[in-house]
């Protein structure tokens, strides 16, 4: 057994060798602009802090620290990480997708343009949505409750990594359209199978939005609202790429179902 999954052992080792080159190339060229990537990514705290500045005089000194004495070099660590995996993602898909096409058909294996390209496409349009509608309410918010009792003091570790954790977790979030299609390709998922497990979805959508983001009703609200919509446009790519066809038993069975019910219905 082990002969036989072998030759996948190593097609994954070379894929995911490759997928980590590319990640550490991104990572060394983000390095070189790491102030300007710190400089966007602090940009909506720094717009929470002057909001709360203007609220109170008291946390007019607001401001992000740092507690670590390396501090400085471990952010620019991360936050170029962080950028690199971006910048690399079209490339790790890619390299997933070779992985997975030789069990394809030759048909599908043409696919792999759409798969990279709407895959980043989505990916980064979570990102985007994040940064620009989410972090402002969000942080605000939070920055902004207790704000006249306490001064706010942002450790940029923390900061980073929650900025972080969130933009990450849009990302991905926002890829269900593309796995959706391509799932519905290899006939795995029909338009019912997604409509009928709809109400799950909305209860798996909620707690990973609890888990993703910061612990406050609208952050949340934000997060699982577009997931909802998106599952709902799932629907309709499924539909037409592997619509739900009912064969000639249930057909016959529903047609049961209606007799009986109008030998229900009919007087005695």
């Known amino acids: ?30 390095f070189t602009f ?12 720094n717009e929470a802090l002057d909001q709360v500045a203007h609220l109170s ?7 992000v620290t740092t507690h670590q004495v390396g501090g400085a070099f471990f952010v620019a660590i991360k936050v170029s990480f962080f950028a690199g995996l971006l910048g ?11 992985f997975i096409a030789p069990g394809l058909y030759n048909n599908e294996k043409k696919m792999i343009i759409p798969f990279v390209a709407g895959g980043s496409i989505m990916f980064f349009i979570g990102v985007l949505f994040a940064y620009y509608v989410v972090t402002p309410f969000g ?11 306490y001064t706010p003091l942002i450790n940029i570790e923390d900061y980073v990594g929650f900025f972080t954790k969130i933009l990450m977790g849009f990302g991905i979030a926002f890829e269900l359209p593309v796995f959706a299609y391509f799932l ?32 406050d009703v609208l952050t949340q609200l934000l997060m699982a609202a577009p997931l909802i919509v998106l599952y709902g446009v799932s629907i309709l790519i499924v539909k037409m790429v ?4 009912p064969d000639e038993y249930d057909e016959e069975d529903d047609k049961e179902d209606d007799d009986k019910d109008d030998d229900k219905d009919s007087p005695k």
């Open 184 to 215: 519905a390709l290899l006939g795995l998922v029909t338009d019912k199978s997604l409509k009928d497990f709809f109400r799950y979805a909305v209860l798996i959508i909620f707690v990973l939005a609890a888990l993703l983001t910061p612990p």
């Open 1 to 30: 057994m082990f002969d036989e999954i072998k030759p996948h052992l190593i097609e994954l080792r070379k894929r995911l060798g490759l997928s980590v080159l590319s990640v550490f190339i991104a990572f060394i060229v983000a």
């Open 139 to 149: 942080f605000q918010f939070l920055i902004t409750f207790g704000s006249f009792l």
């Open 34 to 45: 790491h102030e300007i990537i710190l400089e966007w990514i602090t940009a909506p705290l």
């Open 242 to 245: 592997n619509p739900y066809i």
């Open 88 to 98: 690399a993602l079209p490339y790790i898909l890619y390299q997933l997708w070779l």
């Open 57 to 63: 005089q008291k946390a007019a000194d607001g401001m």
